[in-house]
């Protein structure tokens, strides 16, 4: 709170806006938890159906050797154990996508401000010596940014576990 105030304090119009530019930066990345959290969804419910698979085939081994099942119920497997890799696989590149995008909006945000704050240092409205202060308080409050993003994947993915828990019990 101390750094925004201060990034006010340093020049309020380009702090304003940058804070109005940074919710346009973030959409894309909301975009990703949601899809994040509908691809685990779609991966602890395949886990769930091969665990499922597995129990049949367990309980049920006598009358599958019985009647020479034992091909259908491995093909059985295999097919739900693809499509576990593929909704794994899917949320692994979501996950991996968010620093990157991260780091993309973020270089995007900053050309922005460089372009915005040519025109004020041109006018004679701002210093050089301004934009570098300006620039290193944002710096500051980009870190703690993309803690939080970081923490909000590990919570997405907890929060989907937990709920397939709550529809299991």
Known sequence: VLVLLYVFSLNFQLALA??????LLVFPIVGNFRKLRRTGLSARERIGEMGSI???TLR???LIKTYAMEDFEAERFREANRRYFGASRQAMRLQALNSPLME????IGLALVFVYAA?????GQMTV????SFLAAIM??????????????????????????????
């Open 54 to 56: 597995l129990g049949e």
């Open 18 to 23: 940058v804070l109005g530019v940074a919710p």
């Open 129 to 132: 010596g301004g934009l570098v």
């Open 60 to 62: 049920g081994h006598r």
């Open 119 to 123: 025109g004020q240092i041109r006018a």
């Open 140 to 169: 500051m409050l980009y870190k703690p940014l993309k803690d939080v993003t970081r923490t909000n994947i590990v919570l997405q993915v907890a929060l989907v576990a937990a709920g397939r828990l709550f529809e299991v019990i």
């Open 104 to 107: 993309i909006l973020a270089g």
